[in-house]
Nanobody, 124 residues
Framework: QVQLVESGGGLVQAGGSLRLSCAASGRTFSSYTMGWFRQAPGKEREFVAT????????AYANSVKGRFTISRDNAKNTVYLQMNSLKPEDTAVYYC?????????????????WGQGTQVTVSS
C-alpha cells in the first residue's frame, strides 16, 4: 500500500515553469514505477510522464516532450515533474500515480495508486 500527496501546483503565465512534487508513504517506494497524468475540464485523464523504479527509464507524452522532465529521489520517497515553457493547454489537474510493475507504463489502468491531484493553471 502506498499513499501519494502532490504539491507544487499553481497559477503561472505562459512560458513559465513549475515543479510538481509527489511524496509517497511506505517503505517500498523504490519498487514502484511512478507516473504523472493530467485531466483538463471535460476531458479524459491523460498520460504525461513515467519513470521506472531506478529512474533510468522514462517516457513522455508527445505534447510535453522536451518541456517536462520526470525524476525521482528514492531516498526522499518523492517523484518530481519539472515543467518548463508552459502553455495554456497544459492547464489541468495533475495526478501522481504508482504501479507495482518494474517497467514504465503510459496506460492509466496499469496504475494501482493515485494521489488527489494538484491544479496547474497557465494563463495566456
Amino acid at each position: 500500500q502506498v499513499q501519494l500527496v502532490e504539491s507544487g501546483g499553481g497559477l503561472v503565465q505562459a512560458g513559465g515553469s513549475l515543479r510538481l512534487s509527489c511524496a509517497a508513504s511506505g517503505r517500498t517506494f523504490s519498487s514502484y514505477t511512478m507516473g504523472w497524468f493530467r485531466q483538463a475540464p471535460g476531458k479524459e485523464r491523460e498520460f504525461v510522464a513515467t519513470i521506472n523504479w531506478l529512474g533510468g527509464n522514462t517516457a513522455y507524452a508527445n505534447s510535453v516532450k522536451g518541456r517536462f522532465t520526470i525524476s525521482r529521489d528514492n531516498a526522499k520517497n518523492t517523484v518530481y515533474l519539472q515543467m518548463n515553457s508552459l502553455k495554456p493547454e497544459d492547464t489541468a489537474v495533475y495526478y501522481c500515480a504508482a504501479r507495482t510493475g518494474l517497467n514504465p507504463s503510459t496506460t492509466r489502468d496499469d496504475y494501482n495508486y493515485w494521489g488527489q491531484g494538484t491544479q496547474v493553471t497557465v494563463s495566456s
